[in-house]
Nanobody, 122 residues
């Protein structure tokens, strides 16, 4: 089992920045591919970004490329999502996720956090 706890959400004006953190505990964090999803009101949960554990390769949804950066610190069992140039359409609950492969973590993660709210005002 892996437990994931997100933090860092909040209210920010358009054009601003936030950094989300996801602290993991339980099984060996460094061997999991990690990702972020988001869900806006009335919409389905969507993939945002992922990072592999072996080579640290990064993957992004087209909607956030060039604005968001995912990173991980295996020594701290933490994954981050740096969000710059935020737009009102980025408003959503952001969820941390973990999976055994990149395919899993971008589609059907094995583990989910409880989510953190990000609100971007115009």
């Amino acid at each position: 089992q892996v437990q994931l706890v997100e933090s860092g959400g909040g209210l920010v004006q358009a054009g601003g920045s936030l950094r989300l953190s996801c602290a993991a505990s339980g099984r060996t964090f460094s061997m999991y591919d990690m990702g972020w999803f988001r869900q806006a009101p009335g919409k389905e949960r969507e993939f945002v970004a992922a990072i592999g554990w072996r080579l640290g390769r990064k993957y992004y949804a087209d909607s956030v490329k060039g604005r968001f950066t995912i990173s991980r610190d295996n020594a701290k069992n933490t994954v981050y999502l740096q969000m710059n140039g935020l737009k009102p359409e980025d408003t959503a609950v952001y969820y941390c996720a973990a999976g055994g492969t990149i395919t899993e973590v971008t589609r059907t993660p094995d583990y989910w956090g409880q989510g953190t709210q990000v609100t971007v005002s115009s």
